[in-house]
């Protein structure tokens, strides 16, 4: 049992990893590139307007034609960059890492999720031995059942970040990371396998516990990213992640249950 356990994960979890980097090349990479740009001040979001009414001195001239267009007071001498007429300051989208740096972000990925998978399996041995069977569509429920424990419910107080965003000391959103997914782990266990009102009702407080706490929280909002560019990371990263866990549900149960994929 053991061994069957060990090698589903490692399989499932292996190639749920290789899709998983290959959704963050093709749909994250250029995003946290460009975002690390933004963060060595290769690029700048924007500056302070000048007061209305404001004089030129002699010899500097006004660009009356981004006047015009809502760019005055923006920088237009950014390194490597130019303002563009939302009065983002971009150069190019930057091309793919280095080669060590992309080894590492896939070998990453495939281990996390194998102990992703191993987790699962884990759920799927005890949901059998409770005479639960485990078949492709509950296969798909579990992993995003995953999803919403490790990253979705985490993500409603601790949203993934760009690089350069500041944020609450890392102990406190440790703890409370663990908290989370604990208690939406523990709160949807109890909805899909508890048997009568009084457990349902425990698992919808459990799942509302953390938020009702509440994450930690910056002293305030702040960042040198453009606020639309942490928005897309942020949506592209769950999005990513909740395809890999789906897939990763599907592919572990059919190798769970011995059927060809």
């Known amino acids: 049992m053991f ?7 490692v399989v499932a979890g292996g190639v749920a990893g290789f899709l998983a980097a290959a959704l963050h090349f093709a749909f994250l990479q250029d995003r946290l ?17 000048p007061a209305m009414g404001h004089d ?18 923006h920088d237009h001498s950014t390194p490597q960059g130019a303002v563009d007429g939302d009065g983002h300051s971009h150069s190019h989208e930057p091309s793919g890492g280095s080669l060590g740096r992309n080894g590492l972000t896939v070998m990453f990925d495939v281990l996390v999720y194998v102990g992703f998978a191993m987790l ?4 799927f041995g005890a949901a059998e031995a409770t005479g639960r069977r485990i078949g492709a569509l509950e296969g798909i429920l579990w992993g995003l059942g995953g999803f919403a424990a490790i990253q979705l ?9 760009l690089p350069g965003t500041p944020a609450a000391a890392l102990g406190a959103r440790q703890v409370w990371w663990w908290m989370t997914v604990l208690c939406t782990a523990g709160g949807l266990g109890l909805l899909a ?9 425990a698992g919808v407080a459990l799942l509302a516990l953390p938020h009702l706490i ?7 909002y702040a960042g040198v990213a453009p606020p639309e560019l942490a928005a897309e990371f942020a949506a592209r990263a769950l999005g990513i992640g909740a395809i890999a866990w789906a897939f990763l549900g599907w592919f572990a149960s059919r190798l769970w249950s011995d059927k060809p994929a």
């Open 120 to 123: 699962l399996i884990a759920g």
């Open 33 to 49: 590139l460009l975002a690390e740009q933004y963060e060595s001040g290769a690029l700048i979001h924007f500056q302070a307007a």
């Open 193 to 201: 396998y508890g048997r009568g009102m009084a457990l349902a009702a």
């Open 153 to 161: 419910a985490p993500a409603m107080g601790l949203a993934p970040e």
């Open 3 to 9: 061994k069957r356990m060990f090698v589903s994960a």
């Open 56 to 73: 030129h001195a002699a010899g500097e001239s006004a660009d009356h034609d981004d006047a015009a267009n809502g760019e005055a007071g």
């Open 214 to 220: 509440g994450a930690p929280e910056a002293d305030g």
